[in-house]
């Protein structure tokens, strides 16, 4: 039997792995979190979700092909570090290694996170240098590391110097300057991934999402929290900043199938762009839901709020050339999706 790793499976986008693997393959994924960002998942399997738990363990699903260990990631690490037979010994399971690794812990959040704790965001730091130890001594057969679109320079990212963002504008023998503790944590987790597979021949694909957003993501994020604000008709309608900043949205759909094919034909520890290409200001974001909520409402400017860089959005030629991937969700769908749920959780 294969098993899967998911390190931080129970945050938006480790939940939405855990279920597409689940669904996709015969395997069994292991999923770990200290739920101090991500919820139970009791709170987003489907109601109904055969449980027990054994060991330390819950299992989930008729088939019990998904395991949660609420725990800190770097903890569960370390213990396999000390002990390859670790899992077998604790938790009963009959595991001693891995296939595929998603490695999606982290201290992450919104902007007022990434801008107001920037310390504590700097931990990720601690989260990858450990993870990428165990992964060069224990040689999961693939692994994925998630970098960001605020790895890229900011000053590239400015209201008048702002452009498409290629991969090729990270270059690690002529740096600029990442987003925040943030961008420069996923920068070194990118520089970390390369020395895993260029030194310890491990097979390690890195992608940097752009603004990532979906149905079940949590109000700390600028589309559901807009998305719930239309669906409650507010009038005024608030926006953080100007509202003419703006970003590349791609729904998470999207970002699972271009991380999956990216895995298939990525192994040297590079990073490629997933994002639909596309700037959307935060305004013209707002005009979309509004109109879904069929109401035009006054635009309230919170300027004493946190934005960010003005402009970040990525070129996605590289992607289509390498691996032939563009999004299947146009923004106007991706985010009709996100209104509907709103509608029927906020009204």
């Known amino acids: 039997m294969k098993y899967h790793l998911i390190t931080g499976g129970c945050g938006f986008v480790g939940r939405n792995f855990v279920k597409r693997l689940h669904s996709t393959t015969n395997d069994t994924i292991l999923f770990i979190d200290d739920l101090s ?23 989930f699903g008729e088939d019990e092909r998904m395991i949660f260990l609420k725990q800190d990631a770097r903890y569960f690490i370390r213990e396999m570090l000390d002990d390859q037979e670790y899992i077998k010994k604790t938790y009963k399971l009959d595991v001693t290694s891995f296939e595929d690794v998603f490695h999606f812990a982290a201290i992450v959040g ?14 990720d730091l601690s989260i990858d240098a450990e993870f990428f130890l165990w992964v060069c001594r224990q040689k999961p057969t693939r692994v994925l590391y998630p970098s960001s ?9 400015t209201e008048s110097d702002a452009i498409a963002l290629s991969e090729s504008d990270i270059d690690f023998k002529k740096m600029g300057q990442p987003d925040m503790t943030y961008g420069w944590s996923k920068l070194t987790g990118e520089y970390l991934a390369s020395i895993a597979a260029e030194y ?50 791609v729904h998470i759909d999207d970002v699972m199938d ?6 298939d034909h990525i192994k040297d520890g590079s990073a490629i762009n997933i994002g639909s290409g596309r700037l959307t200001t935060f305004l013209e974001l707002i005009e979309v839901f509004t109109s879904f909520a069929d109401y035009s409402p006054v635009i309230k400017t919170l300027l004493d709020k946190p934005v960010g860089v003005h402009s970040r959005y990525g070129k996605m030629d590289y992607v289509k050339e390498r691996l032939g991937w563009e999004p299947k969700l146009s923004l106007e769908e991706g ?6 749920v709103a509608v029927k959780k906020y009204t």
């Open 149 to 157: 679109s605020a790895a890229y320079p900011v000053d590239l990212q």
């Open 37 to 59: 960002v991500g919820t139970h998942p009791a709170t987003w399997l489907p109601d109904g979700t055969p449980s027990r738990t054994e060991n330390g363990l819950e299992f």
């Open 335 to 340: 985010m009709r999706r996100v209104y509907d």
């Open 258 to 263: 271009c991380t999956l094919l990216a895995m």
């Open 110 to 123: 919104g902007r007022a996170k990434i801008d107001g704790d920037p310390m504590m965001v700097a931990l």
């Open 200 to 249: 310890y021949d491990v097979s390690v694909t890195c992608i940097r999402p752009f603004s990532g957003y979906g149905e079940d993501q949590d109000l700390s994020y600028p589309v559901p929290a807009i998305a719930r604000r239309a669906a409650l008709k507010e009038n005024p309608f608030e926006v953080w900043g100007t509202g003419k900043q703006g970003r590349d949205f």
